[in-house]
C-alpha cells in the first residue's frame, strides 16, 4: 500500500497564497490517480482536484477553477496543489489520496489510500 503524508497549510489572508505537497512512500504505482480533497468544520469532505500519474491529465472542482492548479512531480514522488487567490470559503483540513488507475477520479469512494491532512485557514 502507499503512504501519502501533506505539508505547506498554514495561516493567510484572503487573496494570498500556498501550495500544498503530498509525498508518497511506500509501494506506488505507475497507473496512479492522484486527488486533494477538503473538508471543513461541519461539512463532508469534497473533491477539489485530480491527475494521473503518468499522462498528467486533470480535472478540477468548480469551485476552483482558475485559482487552484494540481501537478506532480514523479521523481520526487510528490503531488502539488498551488492554491491562489484563496477566499475564507478554502478553509479546511486538505487530504491528499490515491488509487490504482488508468483514469482521473472524482469520487470519495474511489481512492483507498490517504494522508492524515493539513489545515489551510484563510482570514478576514
Known amino acids: 500500500q502507499v503512504q501519502l503524508k501533506e505539508s505547506g497549510g498554514g495561516l493567510v489572508q484572503t487573496g494570498g497564497s500556498l501550495r500544498l505537497s503530498c509525498a508518497a512512500s511506500?509501494?506506488?504505482?505507475?497507473?496512479?490517480?492522484l486527488g486533494w480533497f477538503r473538508q471543513a468544520p461541519g461539512k463532508e469532505r469534497e473533491f477539489v482536484a485530480t491527475?494521473?500519474?503518468?499522462?498528467?491529465?486533470?480535472y478540477y472542482a468548480d469551485s476552483v477553477k482558475g485559482r487552484f492548479t494540481i501537478s506532480r512531480d514523479n521523481a520526487k514522488n510528490t503531488v502539488y496543489l498551488q492554491m491562489n487567490s484563496l477566499k475564507p470559503e478554502d478553509t479546511a483540513a486538505y487530504y491528499c489520496?490515491?488509487?490504482?488507475?488508468?483514469?482521473?477520479?472524482?469520487?470519495?469512494?474511489?481512492?483507498?489510500?490517504w494522508g492524515q491532512g493539513t489545515q489551510v485557514t484563510v482570514s478576514s
Open positions: 489520496a490515491a488509487v490504482n488507475s488508468l483514469s482521473v477520479k472524482l469520487r470519495l469512494a474511489d481512492y483507498d489510500a
Open positions: 491527475i494521473n500519474w503518468n499522462g498528467g491529465s486533470t
Open positions: 511506500g509501494r506506488t504505482f505507475s497507473n496512479m490517480a
